[in-house]
């Protein structure tokens, strides 16, 4: 008598600690996660230095490192397919145009930048078990620095420090994989672009405006944790 109890308890117990009403193995209702990477700029790419409208020649942004940390969401009832991302990131480059002549005279470009660059970013992943490429669009503000500028564009020499915050976008794309439930390694590429404009403030010498129209492709590695 007491055996017939127990076989028919137990799979009565399995069969409730299974259901989804037991709330032990209920699908989750949103994907989040939390990551931090390493970022590097490993090209040297074309950009435009203005100065006062007049473009300063062969202007170039070097290769750089930064960093950043990101958040996203994805929600259950979008498939956990679209979802959004915010982050914030630092990378740190050389402005640098060679020395030329010009019918106005020298035109020249050294001066050290640094990007704070905060976005909101629309993904669309496949949301595999162990790997889950990625890709997207974002749009977001960067406030871009100069440092030790030495800019020349004729009788214009432009020297000091100077900050600018401008609109920024990117399109993204990367691969995301799982080393356990909950942690993951991840790749991505970035092209970003923003344009800056100084407009004299902190910068001295004649004092024209300053403006560096930016594009450059970045790539980064980082871990991070799902939730």
């Known amino acids: ?14 069969q409730d600690a299974s259901s989804p009403e037991s709330g032990k193995v209920e699908a989750k209702k949103i994907d989040i996660h939390l990551s931090a990477y390493a970022l590097g700029n490993f090209a040297v790419h ?9 473009e300063i020649p062969q202007t170039s ?5 930064g960093g950043g940390f990101k958040a996203g969401v994805f929600p259950h009832f979008l498939k956990r397919i679209v979802g959004l991302e915010g982050e914030t990131f630092v990378l740190g480059a050389a402005v640098t145009a060679p020395r030329t002549i010009t019918g106005t005279g020298i035109r020249s470009a050294d001066a050290d930048f640094i990007a704070v660059t905060t976005m909101v970013n629309l993904l669309l992943r496949y949301p595999g078990q162990i790997f889950q490429p990625y890709g997207g669009v974002g749009g977001g503000l960067s406030s871009g620095f100069l440092f030790d500028s030495d800019i020349q ?7 000091g ?15 995301r994989g799982y080393v356990t439930q909950k942690v993951f390694l991840f790749g991505e590429y970035k092209y970003v672009a923003a344009k800056y404009d100084w407009d004299n403030q902190g910068l001295s010498g004649s004092r024209p405006s300053v403006t560096l129209n930016l594009h450059a492709q970045l790539f980064s590695v980082g871990i991070g944790l799902s939730f």
């Open 46 to 54: 074309a950009s435009t230095l203005k100065v006062g409208g007049d």
């Open 161 to 175: 420090n100077a900050g600018s915050m401008t609109f920024a976008y990117q399109f993204l794309g990367g691969l």
């Open 61 to 65: 942004v070097g290769r750089g490192i």
């Open 153 to 159: 564009r004729g009788s214009d020499k432009i020297t």
């Open 1 to 14: 008598m007491i055996l017939c109890s127990l076989l028919f308890v137990l799979p009565a117990h399995a």
